[in-house]
C-alpha cells in the first residue's frame, strides 16, 4: 500500500458527460503528480501540484483542468469527454516535488468512455 | 512527447536468467528513476540514480547511467516469477523539472 489514495476505481460513462477523480496523497506529502496512462501512448504526465499551487503543466487538454485543495487533496476534472480519453488515470505523490525525490502511485482510476 | 524510451518493448527469459533493459533520453537530466507496474497497477518505485553517478545497486537490481549518451540501463539478476511486470524509466529534465515517463518494458519470466 502506497498510502496514495484514489477514487473511485472504476468509473464508466458517456462521451460529452464530465467526471471527477479525487486523490488523496501520502500523509505529509505536498505535491501531486497527475498521470494518464493508455496503451499507445504510455505513461503521459498531465500535471503537479505542489502545496496548493499549479508546479508544472504537460500534455493536459483544455477540457481537462486540476485542482490541490488546501488539504492537500487533489481533483482531476475531465469535460466533454471523448472515447479516446478512456485510460487508467494515476495520481502519485512525493514529499516537496523537487528532483531526487521518488514518486509515490495511487492504484489508478480506470475510466471507460462508451 | 516521451523523454525516455525503453528498449526493447518486451522481453521473455527463462527464470534465473539476467534481464536487462534500457532506457534512452533527449535532453539533460537531474536524475533518473526506474519504476516497476504490474499488471494495471500502480507503479511501485526501484531505484534512483543521479546525474552525477554512473552505477547503483539495490538488491538484485543494477542500474547504470551513461549522461555522455543519455542512456541507462537496469539489469535483473538471476530472475523470478514475480519479476513479471512493466519497468519504466523516469526522467526529470533540468529544464523544466518535469517527471517524465516512457513507454515502458514488458518483462515476462518463464517457469
Known amino acids: 500500500d502506497s498510502g496514495v489514495t484514489q477514487t473511485p476505481k472504476h468509473l464508466i460513462t458517456a462521451t460529452g458527460q464530465r467526471v471527477t477523480l479525487r486523490c488523496s496523497p501520502r500523509?505529509?506529502?505536498?505535491?501531486v503528480y497527475w498521470y494518464q496512462q493508455s496503451l499507445d501512448q504510455g505513461l503521459q504526465f498531465l500535471i503537479q501540484?505542489?502545496?496548493?499551487?499549479?508546479?508544472a503543466k504537460g500534455n493536459i487538454l483544455e477540457r481537462f483542468s486540476a485542482q490541490q485543495f488546501p488539504d492537500l487533496h487533489s481533483e482531476l476534472n475531465l469535460s466533454s469527454l471523448e472515447l479516446g480519453d478512456s485510460a487508467l488515470y494515476f495520481c502519485?505523490?512525493?514529499?516537496?516535488?523537487?528532483?531526487?525525490?521518488?514518486?509515490?502511485f495511487g492504484s489508478g482510476t480506470q475510466l471507460s468512455v462508451l | 512527447s516521451q523523454q525516455g524510451e525503453e528498449d526493447p518493448q518486451a522481453l521473455s527469459i527463462q527464470e534465473g536468467e539476467n534481464a536487462t533493459m534500457n532506457c534512452s533520453y533527449k535532453?539533460?537530466?537531474?536524475?533518473l528513476q526506474w519504476y516497476r507496474q504490474n499488471s494495471g497497477r500502480g507503479l511501485v518505485h526501484l531505484i534512483l540514480?543521479?546525474?552525477?553517478?554512473r552505477e547503483k545497486h539495490s538488491g538484485r537490481l543494477r542500474v547504470t547511467l551513461d549522461t555522455s549518451k543519455k542512456s541507462s540501463s537496469l539489469l535483473i539478476t538471476a530472475s523470478r516469477a514475480a519479476d513479471t511486470a512493466s519497468y519504466f524509466c523516469?526522467?526529470?529534465?533540468?529544464?523544466?523539472?518535469?517527471?517524465?515517463f516512457g513507454k515502458g518494458t514488458r518483462l515476462h519470466i518463464l517457469p
Open positions: 540514480i543521479r546525474s552525477n553517478e
Open positions: 501540484y505542489y502545496n496548493g499551487e499549479e508546479r
Open positions: 535532453t539533460s537530466i537531474n536524475n
Open positions: 523516469a526522467t526529470d529534465a533540468k529544464r523544466d523539472d518535469k517527471i517524465i
Open positions: 502519485a505523490s512525493s514529499m516537496m516535488g523537487r528532483d531526487s525525490e521518488k514518486l509515490f
Open positions: 500523509s505529509g506529502d505536498l505535491s
